[in-house]
């Protein structure tokens, strides 16, 4: 059974910092890309932040770059976010995601990944 556990979350005052982890069970995923999703209530999921099989291509949503890190350690089969100066607005449930096989240079929709972790909720207070 595929298995995508995130942890890391939970309450930060605004500017704080978290990090979040992805570890994936039940089979690699060292040839495809894994991804950062959010969702906050009322709105849709939205792409954080994704990277491809090795590690050499990132590539983020205009609202967190320069402030969020996307890693990732196939040893380890985890996929890591790095969070810092985070805001209000980056209150959300944050979903890790991940891809069987590349598929392309950069994968930001949901629907380019094949296996969801159930998510971990970051609260950003003001």
């Known amino acids: 059974q595929v298995q995508l556990v995130e942890s890391g979350g939970g309450l930060v005052q605004a500017g704080g910092s978290l990090r979040l982890s992805c570890a994936a069970s039940g089979r690699t995923f060292s040839s495809g890309a894994m991804g950062w999703f959010r969702q906050a209530p009322g709105k849709e999921r939205e792409f954080v932040a994704g990277i491809n099989w090795n590690g050499n291509v990132k590539y983020y949503a205009d609202s967190v770059k320069g402030r969020f890190t996307i890693s990732r350690e196939n040893a380890k089969n985890t996929v890591y976010l790095q969070m810092n100066s985070l805001k209000p607005d980056d209150t959300a449930v944050y979903y890790c995601?991940?891809?069987?096989?590349?598929?392309?240079?950069?994968?930001?929709?949901?629907?380019?990944?094949?296996?969801w972790g159930q998510g971990t909720q970051v609260t950003v207070s003001s």
């Open positions: 995601a991940a891809q069987t096989l590349l598929r392309a240079r950069t994968a930001t929709l949901a629907n380019e990944y094949d296996y």
